[in-house]
């Protein structure tokens, strides 16, 4: 007879725009929300009894009743707020997990000065966070960021490696180093001011990478995380993606010309997959 090991259900997807105005100076937070809960929901699954499930359209319109009366400035804050009246409302759940992207605005200038009403949109990356909650236990905040897309053109050498009877690629100590970086970093205390936070941590991980010799997308990844747990004693373990992007020599001499170093193919697939989890 078939049993019903483990379940959750929840909204995904819901994408939220907040104006916090102050005068003329504003604020704007563009957040996507998801929604995953745990709790006593076997009944539905088993017996099409819905008695205990909250539509994942009220999960949709909470996200947004929230928003409106929250005073949180950051995702982290904010996910904070709608798990804990997510429970409160709803005893038949035992667990939630809120996931947020942040899509980043800044502001414009105009004569010389920050605009207090007119933004751009920075990218291709987006801030992240997730938040399990679980009532009268424990909290685990992540936060990080996914898409980042950085390269330097020097620093960056891979040598050394082992070869075999497939191996064609050629040692380089001069390469272009690519990636689209997925970081991830999980708090082990309380944080009192989560954008501070986030702004020192990806300062660090930027000028780590810009000024690290590299002997390879490793090296690199982890000299990134060690200076990030360095920085700041609340974090207790970072998990970085890296793929190589690989950006391939091209080859002039049919052409009756040479090329040191300079004209290149940019490309994303296939590329490399680095990743580690690096902890205290």
């Not at 990218?123 to 898409?147: C, I, M, N």
């Not at 390269?151 to 960056?156: A, E, G, M, N, R």
Request: with cysteine; net charge negative; hydrophobic share 35%.
């Amino acid at each position: 007879m078939a049993r019903l090991a483990e379940n959750h259900y929840g909204k995904s997807r819901v994408r939220l725009l907040k104006v916090m105005r102050n005068g003329d100076q504003h604020e704007l937070r563009e957040w996507t929300v998801g929604v995953h809960l745990k709790g006593d929901f076997e009944r539905c699954f088993t017996d099409g009894n819905n008695a205990g499930i909250m539509a994942t359209d009220t999960m949709k319109n909470t996200v947004y009743s929230v928003a409106r009366d929250s005073t949180a400035l950051t995702m982290e804050q904010y996910a904070q707020d709608l798990a804990r009246l997510l429970t409160q409302r709803n005893p038949q759940v035992k667990h939630v997990r809120v996931t947020v992207e942040e899509k980043m605005w800044v502001r414009l200038k105009a004569d010389g000065e920050q605009h207090g009403s007119a933004f751009r949109q920075r990218g291709p990356d987006v801030a992240t966070s997730d938040l399990s909650y679980t009532p009268g236990g424990a909290e685990v905040v992540k936060s990080g960021v996914k898409g980042l897309v950085i390269l330097k053109t020097s620093q960056s050498s891979f040598t050394g490696f082992k070869r075999d009877a497939w191996t064609t690629l050629p040692e380089t100590a001069d390469r272009l180093f690519g990636t689209e970086a997925t970081i991830v970093w999980t708090y082990g205390s309380p944080i009192e001011d989560y954008a501070a936070t986030r702004t020192r941590l990806m300062e660090s991980l930027l000028a780590t990478f810009a000024r690290h010799d590299s002997l390879s997308v490793q090296h690199t990844l982890f000299a990134m995380a060690d200076e990030a747990l360095a920085l700041e004693p609340r974090v207790s373990e970072i998990v970085l993606t890296m793929p190589n992007r690989h950006n391939l020599l091209v080859d002039l001499s049919p052409f009756g010309q040479d090329n040191p170093n300079e004209i290149f193919v940019p490309t994303d697939e296939p590329h490399g997959h680095i990743e580690a989890r690096v902890v205290r």
